[in-house]
Every structure is written in structure tokens, then in C-alpha cells.
């Protein structure tokens, strides 16, 4: 082959891998020929060039369903941090000088992370660096993993119980549970309460898919009881508003009292865990250097090491 004809394929090879690459994340070609600027035949066409090429192919192709091959599995987990490196490059210079002063970071985190965790790393990131752009998704258990998983965010902020075998979890504060009652309530001049006191009342609570539902209800089957949920509320500060409608009470985490609500708070750790809120990142990812910077603040907020 002629150096023209190799240099003409090298020049054309980081495309095709760029389309082939942006094809897996999309989960189809028109998507990844808008997210590319592309036309579709474009992006199938740089595509079919490479199976040509290579000499394989990458996908079962069943319809409007593109399924990897085992071929198409082994290209992606080479071509991925190729392309990865390739379109970071500027921003990896940059920051390995010292500066860190574009791109973008995206970070996925629940209301109550939002509202109580983050607010201090976040006001400091910004205020050291104002140009690069940050997007906080408010998403929460399998709609942030299926999103870290996707490569769509840098990283999650959250509390996790399970941890799947791709994922890593490394907590960075914790905080105690407690019973939220309202004023005048009959548990409310109780120091203490037991699970069978607190049983013969209704429950406010998060939505049963998310973990606080399968904490409070491992624990009273722990002690062979059970509860009452009167209503499901999203988020902390609904929770409270309700309880102090009197409404119902309900089992949080402390992250969530700031000592203003009209309520009272009884501690529950002789029942139930501390929780613990943390970074949550996909096995095999390099965090870019504005998620490493972003990790070390929110590691200095909490007064940690950061260990990435």
C-alpha cells in the first residue's frame, strides 16, 4: 500500500471510530448523526468503510435494533478512550499547564444531594471556574446509572446501597436517620420512640423504588412489624411540608433538617443505619481533568482525600 493510500486511511480512521463510537452511546444512527452534524448515510457509510477495512463486522443489524457483535465489543473497548483522548486532548493539555478555564462537566445527583450536599462544592467550583460549563441532572437511582453508564455525565452524587459489579461507590459524608413529627403530635415530648410506637401511625414517604422505602422496610421486618404509608412524596422538602400539615410522619435522613421546619426530630440510630452520600462513577472511566478538580473540592468541602 502507498504512503498516500496508508496516511489517506489514518486520516479517515479516526472518523469512522469517532461515528462508530457516538453510533453505541446514541443507541442508533440518527441520533448519532445529529449529535456528529452528519447525515445518516454518512454515518452509515463511515461505518460500513471500517468493517470493510478491519475486515469484520460491528453490529447485528435487526431492524431498527443494533446489537454489538462479540467483534463489535472487542473494537469498541479499544476504539472508546482512542476517541476519548483524541477529543479531550485540548482540554488535558490545558489542564496538565495549569489551566482549567473551558469544557464541560456534567454531574447527575438526586433533589436531596442538590438541595443539601452539593450547594457548597458546587458555589466553590463555579467561583474558581466561572467559563467552564457545569449541568447538574436532577435524576436519581437507575436513571443516573443508566446515564454514567451511557458516558451522558462524568459522575454521579448520591447515596447507594447495592453496588453493581461496573460501578464504584466511595462514600464522602454520612448522616443520621431521624423520626420527623409535627408539633403537638403524641410522639413529639418522647426523647425516644420505639419501631412499634411509630408503627401504629402513618408513614410519609419517598417513592418505593428509591432506597429510603427498602431501608424503613427491612428494618421493621427486622423486628417483625410493619407500617403504614399514608402518602408517597418526592423529595425531602415536600416530606417536611407535609408532616408539618400534619399529614403523617416520617423517617428521614438528618441531611434534610436545617432546624427552621416546624417540626420535631427524634433520633432513630438505634433502629436504623447511617447514610452515607458519595461519589458514584463507572468502572473504566478517566474523570476529565474538570471532574477530578470538581471531586477534590466537594472531597475538601467534606474535609477527605480524594483517592482518584
Not at 126 to 135: D, F, G, M, N
Not at 267 to 280: A, E, I, M, S, T
Amino acid at each position: 500500500m502507498s504512503d498516500d493510500r496508508q496516511s489517506y486511511y489514518k486520516n479517515n480512521r479516526l472518523k469512522q471510530m469517532r461515528a462508530f463510537c457516538e453510533v453505541i452511546r446514541c443507541g442508533n444512527i440518527t441520533l448519532a448523526a445529529q449529535k456528529l452534524f452528519l447525515s445518516q448515510p454518512s454515518v452509515t457509510l463511515q461505518i460500513q468503510a471500517m468493517e470493510r477495512e478491519l475486515g469484520v463486522t460491528v453490529f447485528e443489524r435487526r431492524g431498527p435494533v443494533l446489537k454489538l457483535t462479540p467483534d463489535g465489543e472487542a473494537l469498541y473497548m479499544l476504539a472508546k478512550p482512542l476517541v476519548d483522548g483524541i477529543d479531550s486532548l485540548q482540554e488535558n493539555f490545558a489542564a496538565h499547564n495549569g489551566k482549567l478555564d473551558s469544557g464541560e462537566l456534567n454531574i447527575c445527583a438526586g433533589e436531596s444531594t442538590i438541595l443539601y450536599i452539593l450547594p457548597e462544592a458546587v458555589r466553590r467550583f463555579v467561583s474558581a471556574y466561572p467559563r467552564i460549563q457545569l449541568k447538574i441532572h436532577n435524576e436519581t437511582g437507575r436513571d443516573g446509572l443508566k446515564m454514567l453508564r451511557a458516558d451522558e455525565i462524568d459522575l454521579v452524587v448520591g447515596s447507594m446501597l447495592d453496588v453493581p459489579e461496573d460501578i464504584t461507590y466511595q462514600p464522602v459524608v454520612t448522616f443520621d436517620p431521624a423520626l420527623i413529627v409535627p408539633l403537638g403530635h403524641p410522639l413529639s415530648n418522647q426523647p425516644n420512640v420505639t419501631l412499634e410506637e411509630i408503627s401504629h401511625y402513618g408513614l410519609i414517604l419517598p417513592p418505593r423504588h428509591l432506597s429510603t422505602w427498602r431501608i424503613v422496610k427491612y428494618v421493621f421486618q427486622q423486628h417483625s412489624l410493619t407500617f403504614t404509608v399514608t402518602l408517597e412524596a418526592g423529595g425531602w422538602e415536600v416530606i417536611k411540608k407535609y408532616v408539618e400539615l400534619g399529614m403523617g410522619i416520617s423517617i428521614v435522613t438528618d441531611i434534610c433538617l436545617t432546624g427552621k421546619e416546624k417540626l420535631v426530630r427524634i433520633p432513630l440510630n438505634q433502629y436504623f443505619p447511617q447514610r452515607g452520600y458519595g461519589l458514584v462513577l463507572r468502572k473504566g472511566r478517566f474523570l476529565s481533568p474538570q471532574a477530578r478538580r470538581f471531586v477534590e473540592i466537594l472531597n475538601e468541602v467534606y474535609d477527605l482525600n480524594s483517592n482518584i
